[in-house]
Each structure stands twice: as structure tokens, then as C-alpha cells.
């Protein structure tokens, strides 16, 4: 399991996080990554300063924005796997920006709040998890860990999974650690209701 350090906090004189790179006020954005944040309103709040952030780079912002849609809304992961990764990923590397999003979706994909706060606990094992479920979080210390998921587990995660959902599975822990890598090393902040000023409601 990993255990990596939390990030270092920049502070300003006044005690405020500095972000490395702030985010980009949404007039500045080009408007397909405007369109991009619409087309995406139902994943819930806070991707505002995800989305400022990546206007910095226009043509990777859409690239990597697309992949997601599509982890997100084409795959075939059942979502319930999907979120369980996601919140394993995001707690082993110690991201509460991706956590915090995506403990919402975890209830709506089924899971109970014990269930939530077990997929952060140091020991998988100090909770009941359907077999399953305990491959997939195993599989996300293998893989956020940088380590080679043994063939005892492959093997389980085969007998239940199709090839294009193992594929999925691997690819969703790995852009899942790329954000948090990336939000923790810039101090990219929460989104406040400033935030989304001349974006309409709250996205």
C-alpha cells in the first residue's frame, strides 16, 4: 500500500492556500471547454477550478476531458466498481478534492456510508466487503502503489469482469492517481460559490 506524504500547503501572509498555478477565470476558458463543463452538469458540483486549472492547456484539457466523459458515461464498468476504485485511488493518495466529489456518487452507485468510510480505513480487511468488492479495492492499492497486480488477483478480478471491463477498470485507477497527482502537487482549491460566478448555477 502506499503511504505517501500529504502535500505540502503554500500560505499566503494571510493563512490562505496559494495555489502553483491558479485557476483561470471561466471568461478566460475557450468555449469548448465551457461547452465541455454544460454537457457535464450532471456529474454534480465542484469541477470549476478542475476545469480553470486545465484551461491552461486548452487541446490536453479537451483530450483529457473526453476520456473521462467516457469513463464516466460510455463505459461498461458497473458504476459501483468505478466509485469504489475512485475512492480507494483518491484516499491512497490522499487527494480530498477527488474524494469529496466522488463520495456522493459512491451512495448513488449503492453504496452505504460505512462502505464510504471503509474504503479509506489502513486495513481492507477490518471490514465485511462482498468478495467483489474486495478485488477492486485491492487492485487500486496495486496499481495507485505502482505495483504489479499479482495473478491470484487478476484471476478473480477475470472470472467476473470482460476483457473491455478489466481494461476499464486499470485505466480508471490510473487517470484517477494522474488528477490527484496533479490537483495535490498545484494546491488546486475547492470551488466556493465565487467560483462559479458567470457560470449560472453552481456546476
Known amino acids: ?12 501572509a494571510e493563512g490562505m492556500v496559494v495555489p502553483r498555478i491558479a485557476p483561470l477565470p471561466a471568461e478566460q476558458w475557450p468555449p ?5 463543463l454544460g454537457a457535464s452538469s450532471q456529474d454534480g458540483p465542484g469541477r470549476v477550478n478542475l476545469f480553470g486549472t486545465l484551461a491552461h492547456h486548452p487541446p490536453l484539457a479537451e483530450a483529457w476531458l473526453r476520456l473521462a466523459q467516457v469513463l464516466t458515461h460510455q463505459g461498461t464498468l458497473a458504476m ?3 466509485e469504489l476504485a475512485i475512492l480507494r485511488t483518491s484516499h491512497l493518495l490522499r487527494c480530498d478534492f477527488v474524494r469529496a466529489r466522488h463520495e456522493g456518487h459512491a451512495l448513488l452507485a449503492g453504496l452505504d456510508g460505512a462502505e464510504v468510510g471503509a474504503t479509506a480505513s489502513p486495513d481492507l480487511y477490518t471490514h ?9 479495492l485491492r487492485t487500486a492499492d496495486h496499481v495507485a502503489g505502482q505495483s504489479e497486480v499479482p495473478e491470484s488477483l487478476w484471476r478473480q478480478l477475470a472470472d467476473r469482469l470482460r476483457a473491455e471491463q478489466l481494461v476499464e477498470l486499470l485505466l480508471v485507477i490510473g487517470q484517477c ?9 498545484l494546491g488546486t482549491p475547492p470551488d466556493t460559490p465565487e467560483t462559479c460566478v458567470g457560470l449560472g448555477a453552481p456546476v
Do not use: F
Not at 500500500?1 to 499566503?12: D, F, K
Open 1 to 12: 500500500m502506499v503511504t505517501p506524504e500529504m502535500p505540502a500547503l503554500r500560505g499566503s
Open 32 to 36: 469548448v471547454l465551457r461547452d465541455l
Open 177 to 185: 492517481a494522474m488528477v490527484c497527482t496533479t490537483l495535490n502537487t
Open 80 to 82: 459501483r466498481d468505478r
Open 128 to 136: 465485511a466487503w462482498r468478495p467483489a468488492d474486495l478485488a477492486v
